[in-house]
């Protein structure tokens, strides 16, 4: 536990050091994990620095999962989904955005560490802290299942705000209908059965992050957490 505290805090130490493409690295991949970046397919491999626009495309029985450099959260890609990385520093904190085109993503958000929102097609989370599931279909729209805290939902087909808490779900179909409802043990079961598809994720001991100082050059600092 000691040593993950002390990543967190050199990651936030160095966050005002880093160049302003790179605002996230890969903690896990499973699978058929594909990451492009500027609409190029990049090789990679666990602890690969990820740019803000960096979209990532998981498989069928595939997973990936990254963390904001300012350790502030953590996201979960599972199977056949795909998400646009979106990061920018934002006074002493990093804005942090997590846009969903398809799937299902879990989002572990802490307190007090910055904007963190989730944009889908019909859609925008706000978070302030907490861990939810958003689930993006092109036929059914956009679901929600909060298991901690709260998140607050913008709807953009009608401008309507909505708050969602812990143990409530909510569906908002393309045409920006609301549904609220308790959530269901099935559901949660949808959430279990998801982490146990993705298996126990790998996570390398170290990581290298860029570092270009005012020559141009570029330099390695190493993390072990």
Known sequence: MK??????LLLCAILTLLADSGVAYLS?????????RNSQALKFKTGQILNSEDVLKTGGQSFAAYKFVDASSTVKVFANSVVKIKAYKEGKNLSKTVAVSKGNVYSSVKKNTGAYRVDTPGTVASVKGTGFLTGVSASEGTKYIVVD????IEIKATGERKSLGAGKSATIDNDGNYEEYDTTPGEVGEIEELEDEAGEPFEQSKIRIPIQNAAGQTKYIEISY
């Open 3 to 8: 040593k993950y505290m002390i990543a967190a």
């Open 28 to 36: 896990a991949n499973k699978g058929k994990v594909e990451l492009t």
């Open 149 to 152: 805290g709260t998140i607050e």
